[in-house]
Every structure is written in C-alpha cells, then in structure tokens.
C-alpha cells in the first residue's frame, strides 16, 4: 500500500475553548483511497472534517498532509496544500451555470491551467460535461452534488473531504454520486467522507471508521465493516438520519 497522504492523530477539537467536540480521533487516508466515517447523529463526524480543512478550533493532536504538518492552518492555506472540502450544502452558485460555477472555482488560475482542470472536472462527472450552460438552479440535488465535487476539483485538490455527499438523494442518484467519487478515487486523489447513507457508502470504500461521541470506536476495511454484527445492528440498519 502507499504512503498514507493524510494521517490525522488524536485530534481534538471544537467550537467553544475548552470544551471539545472531538477526542483523540486519528484517521489516516492514502492517495487513490477512499475512506467513510460513518457514526450517529452528534457523533462529531462533521466537527472532525471541519478540524482538518481549518474551519473550526484545533486544540490538540497533528494533522499531517504529504509529509507536512498541517494542524490547525485556516482554510484558504488548506485548500492551497491540497485539501478540498465539500460541505453538506450550499456549496454551488445558483445564479450561475455549471461552466460558471467551475470557472469560478479555478479563478486564481493562469488559461492553460483553468482548460486543462476544466477538462478534468468534465471528465470526472460526464453528466456535467454535457449540461454546461445550465444554471446551478435547475440542478436536482445529486446534480449539484456533483457540481460541488467537480468544483473542488478545480483546486487540484490531493485529498477531497465531503460531508455527507449523498444526504436526501434518491439511490439511482446515489450510485452517480459515488461513481464520480470513484473515478476520482481512480485518478489517485484521496477521498474522505462522511455518510450516514453508510451500507451504499462503505460498499464503494476501501476503508471505514465508526465514530461516537467524539472518539474513534471501530475501524477496518469497508468489507469487513459491512458485514461486523456490531456494526450493522448499530449503524447499517434503516437509521433515520435526524438532523
Ligand atoms: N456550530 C456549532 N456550534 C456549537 N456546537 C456545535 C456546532 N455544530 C455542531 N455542534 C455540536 O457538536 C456536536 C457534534 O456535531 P457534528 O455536527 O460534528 O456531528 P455529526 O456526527 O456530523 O452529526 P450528524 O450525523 O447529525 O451530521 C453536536 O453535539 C452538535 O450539537
Ligand atoms: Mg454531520
């Protein structure tokens, strides 16, 4: 196996100083990978991806991202190391169409570059390629699910975390989700998420890891998690997602 590009030891952190959300949590994520958390409601799955792409308080533990210590860096310093962040919603231009919106997303970048990293972006989601002078709002969810990782993209992102990429999407939209995680995935990009859509999810995965309340609690390979009884009475059965 490679090096592991990603290797996040005992983080912790949170919102408030001095009461952390996440304890100890380690997790690591090689290139070409793809790796799912998976845990209750108010496990802090999202504080946890929140922590490595600097958007909340890193009070403790190292993140380290193709051999450099990243711990606690901002956000705009994360994106420039290579790490991309889809969070859950809100992450598209409306107003904008699909070329736009991806435009945009590589905005910092010289002509050459934007062409080649648009090529790329359409390449790895064909639905998108097809449908460029749409506007962001008359995409269904999935479509602006897609719309958000091809913009991540943008940002020749090494590793790409995404909350809950597939929340309220119909399984047939599901499945053209994580085929796009895939083909990235298959590009060598690493890809780190959260799902509470967590059977579909680990099935696409190398890798798992069960979060609750704040700690690590079990880890393994997708396989092996799927069919652990501990897990699947726990997390894989018809949980409702409550938030
Ligand atoms: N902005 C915030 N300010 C303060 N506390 C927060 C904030 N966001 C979340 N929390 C708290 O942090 C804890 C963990 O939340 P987090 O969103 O990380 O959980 P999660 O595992 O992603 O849950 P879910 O499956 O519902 O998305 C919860 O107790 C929540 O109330
Ligand atoms: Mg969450």
Redesign the pocket.
């Known amino acids: 196996m490679t090096a592991p590009l990603l290797i996040a030891r005992n983080v912790v952190a949170g ?2 100083a001095g009461l952390p ?1 996440v304890h100890d949590v380690s997790c690591e994520v090689s290139p070409g990978e793809i790796v799912t958390i998976i ?10 991806l929140k922590a490595i792409a600097g958007l909340v308080r890193f009070e403790g533990g190292s993140v380290t991202h193709d051999g450099r210590d990243v711990s606690g860096l901002p956000a705009h310093e994360m994106v420039r190391v290579g790490v991309g962040f889809v969070p859950q919603t809100g992450n598209i231009f409306t107003n904008l169409s699909i070329h736009e919106n991806l435009v945009l997303g590589g905005h910092t970048l010289a002509a050459q570059e934007l062409k080649r990293r648009l090529a790329r972006a359409y390449d790895v989601s064909p639905f998108l390629a097809g449908r460029k002078t749409s506007l962001g709002r008359v995409l269904s969810g999935g479509q602006r699910q897609m719309l958000a990782v091809a913009r991540a993209l943008m940002t020749d992102p090494k590793l790409i975390m995404l909350d ?1 990429p597939t929340a309220g999407l119909a399984p047939k939209v599901v499945d053209e989700v994580f085929a796009d995680l895939r083909r990235l995935a298959q590009s060598g990009v690493a890809v780190l998420m ?1 799902e ?1 859509n967590a059977k579909a999810a680990l099935r696409i995965s190398d890798r798992g890891y069960v ?1 609750a309340e ?1 700690r690590n609690r079990m880890q393994g390979k997708a396989a092996d998690l799927l069919t652990d009884s501990a897990v699947g009475e726990a997390f894989l059965g018809g949980r409702k ?3």
Request: proline residues 5%.
């Open positions: 919102y408030v959300i845990g209750p409601n108010g496990a802090g799955k999202s504080t946890f809950e959260v509470q979060l704040g997602h409550a938030s």
